[in-house]
């Protein structure tokens, strides 16, 4: 399934309140690989920004002055997630805002353009109850180099939950890998270029394992379950 990694930046907490969104970087995932895929805007919300919004991700009125509104880019945005089931950390804020910007222009919501939305949040604390969930303490824990997040950025943390996204979810979904039909003395390869080597025992080793087996079996009184 094509997979839309989302997140927004603000000017404040609240689309209730008037806040708006202000940036939004998204990008694609397909059969498990980060295509190259990408939307990223910064948008003019046509309001102040929270000052406590701009210590988390560093944009001004002044940067965004120049650029443009939700309306102008709304048409590109619904395109890159038509169809797809889109990844977000701490869905309901980003849904809220984008809805909030939808609704103001009269268009459906953002889930009836897409197959779903997973909240990656609630799924980290169904997997680590009790601790710290949020980007980058997951980037810690599964080892996601997130260095250069100085400030919170939409695209940024796109990229580095997509990371976060692919770990978290391995073995819960196809790890990609390719199984080769074989018989006894065959290989199984793997796309990280492993490869387990089937061993068949032969007649006599075939011989002894059944013999132990009997003699566990009948030094247990016949009371083994395999």
């Given at each position: 399934m094509r997979k839309v990694v989302l997140d927004t930046e603000t000017t404040g907490l609240d689309p209730a309140q008037g806040h708006r969104i202000i940036e939004i970087g998204a990008l694609e995932i397909v059969n498990r690989q980060v295509t190259g895929r990408s939307f990223h805007v910064y948008l003019n919300p046509d309001r102040e920004i929270d000052a406590g919004a701009i210590a988390v991700h560093g944009?001004?009125?002044?940067?965004l002055a120049d650029k443009p509104r939700f309306p102008d880019v709304v048409d590109d945005l619904l395109a890159f997630v038509e169809a797809a089931e889109l990844v977000i950390h701490n869905a309901p804020f980003d849904m809220g805002f984008l809805n909030a910007e939808l609704r103001m222009l009269s268009r459906p919501k953002l889930e009836s353009q897409c197959v779903g939305v997973q909240d990656t949040l609630k799924m980290a604390k169904d997997l680590h109850p009790g601790q710290k969930n949020n980007l980058d303490a997951l980037c810690r824990r599964y080892e996601v180099d997130n260095s250069g997040r100085t400030y919170h950025g939409a695209l940024?943390?796109?990229q580095l939950l997509a990371e976060v996204?692919?770990?978290?979810?391995?073995?819960?979904e196809s790890l990609g890998i390719e199984t080769i039909s074989h018989n006894a003395g065959s290989s199984r390869?793997?796309?990280a270029g492993l490869a387990l080597r089937v061993l068949t025992p032969s007649e006599e080793e075939l011989g002894a394992h059944a013999d132990y087996l009997a003699a566990l079996s009948k030094e247990s009184?016949?009371?083994?379950?395999?």
């Open positions: 944009l001004t009125n002044e940067f940024l943390d796109a996204y692919l770990a978290m979810t391995r073995g819960q390869k793997l796309k009184g016949g009371a083994l379950n395999w």
